[in-house]
């Protein structure tokens, strides 16, 4: 049982605007930043998104972040197919004095 | 560009020791702006921090697993290191190691850097 809750799974099809959310509580989305992973079958995780809505380089601006009190959302526009992977939200827990995730949210690309 | 190999043995016997180490290259782990971490996830699941250190050896560890944790540090080797103890079928898992970014601003921990992650499956 993840600590942070995402959906299992979403879809959408090219050229699409699509939402991925991520829930918390006070004592991690609720007080610290959100950070977003994404991860093709059999390869390690890589860095999206961190301080809630900051690209690493070389990640392009068709992803985006927002945070609002308990709860994040990666917003992917102009969906293309080779964004089909599974997305981890993360962040830090002040009460279990570590990091947490999501469960992890995989998205088709219809 | 900096790179974090994991390497370690792919099968380990149910109660025996998982031991995992991560060789770090193209860059330092002596660095004073990072802390250098452990990841799994077990098949088909989300994934687990495990714990992470510091270059001057000073580790946190996530509370469900803290008996049974430790990671270390090998700065002359730059490598940094993994012990689970008794393990069972539950310890199953892809494990990563990774460089944890401790950002200047409050709140800020991520991820950056991720080693390829090694299999290790638990089973007599």
């Known amino acids: 049982q993840s600590v942070l809750t995402q959906p299992p799974s979403t879809s959408g099809t090219p050229g699409q605007r699509v939402t991925i959310s991520c829930s918390g509580g006070?004592?991690?989305?609720?007080?610290?930043?959100v950070n977003w992973y994404q991860q093709f079958p059999g390869t390690a995780p890589k860095l999206l998104l961190f301080?809630?809505?900051e690209r690493p380089s070389g990640v392009p601006d068709r992803f985006s972040g927002s945070k609002s009190g308990t709860s994040a959302s990666l917003v992917i526009s102009g969906l293309q197919s080779d964004d089909e992977a599974e997305y981890h939200c993360?962040?830090?827990?002040?009460?279990?004095?570590?990091?947490?995730f999501g469960g992890g949210t995989k998205l088709s690309v219809l | 560009q900096l790179q974090l190999q994991d390497s370690g043995p792919g099968l380990v016997r149910p109660s025996e020791t998982l031991s995992l180490t991560c060789t770090v290259s193209?860059?330092?782990?002596?660095?004073?702006?990072?802390?250098w971490g452990w990841i799994r996830q077990p098949p088909g699941k989300g994934l687990e921090w495990i714990g992470s250190?510091?270059?001057?050896?000073?580790?946190y560890y996530n509370a469900s697993l803290k008996s049974r944790v430790t990671i270390s540090v090998d700065t002359s080797r730059s490598q940094f290191s993994l012990r689970l103890s008794s393990v069972t079928a539950a310890d199953t898992a892809i494990y990563f190691c990774?460089?944890?970014?401790?950002?200047?601003?409050?709140?800020?921990?991520?991820?950056?850097?991720w080693g390829q992650g090694a299999l290790v499956t638990v089973s007599s």
């Open positions: 193209g860059g330092s782990i002596s660095s004073s702006s990072y802390y």
């Open positions: 006070i004592s991690n989305i609720g007080s610290n930043t």
């Open positions: 990774a460089r944890e970014v401790i950002g200047a601003t409050e709140g800020v921990y991520y991820f950056d850097y």
């Open positions: 993360a962040a830090w827990d002040d009460s279990l004095n570590g990091q947490v």
């Open positions: 301080n809630n809505n």
């Open positions: 250190i510091y270059y001057s050896g000073s580790p």
